[in-house]
């Protein structure tokens, strides 16, 4: 594990303050914190290097920490979703078994193609 920013670890504090993770969501949690750390290095690369570089025969790209910052983004994403939460603050209701309505699984077949 690395060390976190002090912005990662305020936001890990209110999270474990405020609700009780069990051990796996403490784990998921901490990696949220890594790529949360990980993209705003990656940002703060881009405001200061800029977003458009340019190669010796002046062909213009997008700085490799663009990719950085967006891959980062989705894997704090994924990770808070996985946790249970919406937007890193409301935790959402979890429940057993399928969704109401779902009760038989339909494997992409069409349901007229069987009558």
Do not use: C
């Not at 800029?50 to 990719?67: M, R």
């Not at 990770?79 to 109401?100: D, L, Q, S």
């Amino acid at each position: 594990m690395t060390s976190l920013s002090f912005e990662a670890r305020e936001i890990r504090k209110k999270i474990t303050k405020e609700w009780s993770l069990s051990s796996h969501e403490k784990i998921l949690l901490q990696m949220a914190m890594e790529s949360f750390d990980s993209m705003r290095r990656a940002q703060k690369i881009i405001e200061e290097e800029g977003l458009v570089q340019e190669d010796s025969q002046s062909k213009k790209y997008l700085h490799p920490a663009s990719i950085q910052a967006k891959v980062s983004e989705n894997n704090f994403q994924r990770y808070m979703k996985a946790i249970g939460f919406i937007e890193g603050v409301k935790r959402a209701k979890r429940t057993a078994g399928r969704p109401p309505g779902q009760g038989e699984l339909n494997y992409g077949r069409d349901k007229r193609a069987n009558d």
